[in-house]
T-cell receptor, first 111, second 115 residues
Framework: DAKTTQPTSMDCAEGRAANLPCNHSTISGNEYVYWYRQIHSQGPQYIIH???NNETNEMASLIITEDRKSSTLILPHATLRDTAVYYCIVRLNFGNEKLTFGTGTRLTIIP | DAGVTQSPTHLIKTRGQQVTLRCSPISGHKSVSWYQQVLGQGPQFIFQ???????GRGNFPDRFSARQFPNYSSELNVNALLLGDSALYLC??????????????FGSGTQLSVL
């Protein structure tokens, strides 16, 4: 699985959009980008995934650059409950279900 | 519906002992994976089981073993505990339908402390 690079930490004001970047310059053509988050004292929670098109669901939007070497997770209206560690993961969509987590981005929402 | 349940929630052991952690997947989910999360790091993949067979193994020593039962629940065993085994052990389940974008659903974990 390709390696990802994320900022260690970020702050965002409550009610504003939180934009979390991820670099995955060695991604291969059949690897997907997944985002999970981990709120303190809980297990990771799936947020969204995509291959090359932008994706949106009830939690977030995922913007993948045309060359697929980077992506941005957008939380449109951040709340205090969005404070968590966010993990960007690149993986194939077949084979075993191994997720390779990095250290993620610690997002703090400021009241 | 109940999510992924793990037991116990906390456990304290001493070096050299053995430990068994338990996981019940979401009803209808046939795949179970185990992860180890050391403080300050992301979770690390240990095992995946599907239909009672091992389908993936991470870079962990043979002291770590697991199994899956006919009801799809799973146990993780760690023998000869070391101080470095202190971690949060997470279990995740998925329906394993083969569809693109299969999500993993994680439990809240078992916090293991080795003294």
């Amino acid at each position: 699985d390709a390696k990802t690079t994320q900022p260690t930490s970020m702050d965002c004001a409550e009610g504003r959009a939180a934009n979390l970047p991820c670099n995955h310059s060695t991604i291969s053509g059949n690897e997907y980008v997944y985002w999970y988050r981990q709120i303190h004292s809980q297990g990771p929670q799936y947020i969204i995934h995509g291959l090359k098109n932008n994706e949106t669901n009830e939690m977030a939007s995922l913007i993948i650059t045309e060359d697929r070497k980077s992506s941005t997770l957008i939380l449109p209206h951040a709340t205090l409950r969005d404070t968590a560690v966010y993990y960007c993961i690149v993986r194939l969509n077949f084979g075993n279900e191994k997720l390779t987590f990095g250290t993620g981005t610690r997002l703090t929402i400021i009241p | 519906d109940a999510g992924v349940t793990q037991s116990p929630t906390h456990l304290i052991k001493t070096r050299g002992q053995q430990v068994t952690l338990r996981c019940s997947p979401i009803s209808g989910h046939k795949s179970v994976s185990w992860y180890q999360q050391v403080l300050g790091q992301g979770p690390q993949f240990i095992f995946q089981y599907y239909e009672k067979e091992e389908r993936g193994r991470g870079n962990f020593p043979d002291r770590f073993s697991a199994r899956q039962f006919p009801n799809y629940s799973s146990e993780l065993n760690v023998n000869a505990l070391l101080l470095g085994d202190s971690a949060l052990y997470l279990c995740a389940s998925s329906p394993r339908t083969g569809l693109v974008g299969e999500k993993l659903f994680f439990g809240s974990g078992t916090q293991l402390s080795v003294l």
